[in-house]
Structure formats: C-alpha cells, structure tokens
C-alpha cells in the first residue's frame, strides 16, 4: 500500500526559504509521476509542480517557476519542494501526490492515485 506523509512545512517570512518533504513508502517509485499541490485558505487545490521520478524532468505552476523546485532523493524514496523568495499568497497546505499510471505533465490536472495529509506553510508579510 502506497503511503505518502509530508513534513517540513512551517511559519516563515516573506521573502524566506523552506523545503518540505515527503517520504513515500510501499512500492517503488521508479515509474511514477509525483507531485506538489497547495491549497491556501478560502481557495480551491492548485496544482504546484510536477516530476517524473525517473527522468526527473520537471514542470511547474506559473506562479512558482523560478522561485519553487522539485527534486527527489532515490536513496530515500524522499520528494522535496524547495521554496525561495516565499510570499505571503503562498499560504497553504502543500500535498505531494503520486500516480503509477500518468504522465507527470498530465498530473496538473489534479487526478492522482495518491496522496499524503498535507503540511502547513504560512508566509508573513
């Protein structure tokens, strides 16, 4: 059974930094598409980012290109999104996802087979 649990979120001011992972355990991940969703207050679930563990080619939400970064650790079965230059809008729960059967630049669209319980980042102005 595939499990994912995130943690590394927190409070940190604008302008800062933060890098919350998520462990995956339960099957091996080599052919999935894994990815990074938030959902901020008041607002529906958006998606991220996005990352073929493979290849590790990646794709990015508009809002958080050039500033956010997908990677993963192979040894660990661990998923990463390193955040810089945070802003106050992206406030959020951040899920990570996981899907054996989809591409990982399909994976925007939020259908995934799986997911973790999220981890709260909050971004003071």
């Known amino acids: 059974q595939v499990q994912l649990e995130e943690s590394g979120g927190g409070l940190v001011q604008a302008g800062g930094s933060l890098r919350p992972s998520c462990a995956a355990s339960g099957d091996n991940f080599e052919d999935y598409a894994m990815g990074w969703f938030r959902q901020g207050p008041g607002k529906e679930r958006e998606y991220v980012a996005a990352i073929r563990w493979s290849t590790e080619i990646s794709y990015y939400a508009a809002s958080v290109k050039g500033r956010f970064t997908i990677s993963r650790d192979n040894t660990k079965n661990v998923l990463y999104l390193s955040m810089n230059d945070l802003k106050p809008e992206d406030t959020a729960v951040y899920y990570c996802?996981?899907?054996?059967?989809?591409?990982?630049?399909?994976?925007?669209?939020?259908?995934?087979?799986?997911w973790g319980q999220g981890t709260q980042v909050t971004v003071s102005s």
């Open positions: 996802a996981a899907d054996a059967r989809r591409s990982a630049y399909f994976l925007r669209d939020g259908r995934a087979d799986y």
